[in-house]
Nanobody, 126 residues
Framework: QVQLVESGGGWVQAGASLRLSCAAS????????MGWFRQAPGKELEFVAA????????YYADSVKGRFTISKENAKNSVYLQMSGLNREDTAVYYC???????????????????WGQGTQVTVSS
């Protein structure tokens, strides 16, 4: 059974940093591309960042480029999202997801992912 478990969310003030983790089990983690999405109250699920299966290539939404960094540690079956310069617009539930597709296919759409975690709340106050 595949499980993706996010952690590291919390309440922070604007300008702070936060690191989200996602631990995967039940899948051959090294052959999966990984992504982070978020959903703010009353809004649709939004792509944040993705990292490729093997090469470590990354792709970011314009709204987080330069502030967020996604990384993948195959030895620990984990993917991370380092967030800095947080602002109120970053408040959302953050989800990690796993995809058997290559990053070159885009990986910005929800439908491109095969497995999802339950999410972790990030709240940024000004």
């Amino acid at each position: 059974q595949v499980q993706l478990v996010e952690s590291g969310g919390g309440w922070v003030q604007a300008g702070a940093s936060l690191r989200l983790s996602c631990a995967a089990s039940g899948l051959a983690f090294s052959i999966y591309s990984m992504g982070w999405f978020r959903q703010a109250p009353g809004k649709e699920l939004e792509f944040v960042a993705a990292i490729s299966r093997i090469s470590g290539s990354t792709y970011y939404a314009d709204s987080v480029k330069g502030r967020f960094t996604i990384s993948k540690e195959n030895a620990k079956n984990s993917v991370y999202l380092q967030m800095s310069g947080l602002n109120r617009e970053d408040t959302a539930v953050y989800y990690c997801a796993a995809s058997r597709r290559y990053l070159s296919s885009g990986l910005v759409r929800v439908t491109e992912y095969d497995y999802w975690g339950q999410g972790t709340q990030v709240t940024v106050s000004s």
